[in-house]
């Protein structure tokens, strides 16, 4: 077994397990993505863990055992369409495709696409289309989605992208609020938008989910 493998077990079994993610699905998902192979060389050694990495100027994978709750939540099944927005290298969107039909994975740096692409296909996952566009408006031509998953924090999740769940849908993020962050979940049930926040979480944010300033006098 190689160190990069040897460590993604250990995340696995040290990080993600005692954080209550033990869905196999979940677990086998990501035991088969290297993560290690979605950051900078330099960074390979730290692939797994448990903080956000970053691989471009303010842009970040995120944390672990985050990003495995957030995913156990979504629960995302084999017949599911999956948005991912802000899909960053790639690494997100190798691990919902395992879990997914189909994932719809969104970056609106264009050269950050561009690698997902080149690092999705290396790897031979076929069932991810790479969109380069803004990540707060989505890609409504491609929805409805069964799970949309923000691959960061968020003050705001913007009604565009409610818009674009299914009826039985389930989006995912961090959001923040006063300072705090939690692990939320959207849900559209009989045509009902239902928010609840989950668990406490702290990750980088996502770029463009601001919420809007008030006017002060």
């Given at each position: 077994m190689s160190e990069s493998a040897i460590a993604r077990s250990h995340m696995i079994d040290c990080q993600l397990r005692p954080s209550e993610v033990n869905d196999e699905r979940i677990i086998g998902a990501i035991r088969a993505v290297p993560r290690e192979q979605f950051v900078p060389k330099a960074k390979r050694a730290i692939a797994y863990v448990d903080e956000d990495l970053e691989v471009v100027a303010g842009r970040f994978l995120m944390e672990p055992v985050t990003f495995a709750r957030l995913l156990k939540e979504a629960n995302p099944g084999p017949k599911d369409v999956v948005l991912d927005v802000g899909c960053v290298t790639g690494y997100s969107a190798a691990v919902l495709a395992g879990l997914a039909d189909a994932v719809v994975a969104l970056e609106e740096d264009e050269e950050l696409a561009k690698l997902a692409e080149k690092k999705l296909a290396a790897l031979e996952i076929m069932n991810v289309a790479v969109i380069h566009g803004e990540l707060a408006k989505g890609v409504a031509k491609?929805?409805?989605?069964?799970?949309?998953?923000?691959?960061?924090?968020?003050?705001?999740?913007?009604?565009?992208?409610?818009?674009?769940?299914?009826?039985?849908?389930r989006l995912v993020c961090v959001r923040v609020e006063a300072g705090i962050g939690r692990?939320?979940?959207?849900?559209?049930k009989d045509g009902i938008v239902a928010e609840r926040d989950l668990f406490d979480a702290n990750v980088q944010p996502l770029p463009g989910f601001?919420?809007?300033?008030?006017f002060v006098f």
């Open positions: 491609q929805g409805p989605f069964d799970v949309i998953f923000l691959e960061g924090a968020v003050e705001e999740v913007p009604a565009a992208l409610i818009k674009q769940l299914r009826e039985g849908g692990g939320h979940i959207v849900t559209v601001l919420k809007p300033q008030g």
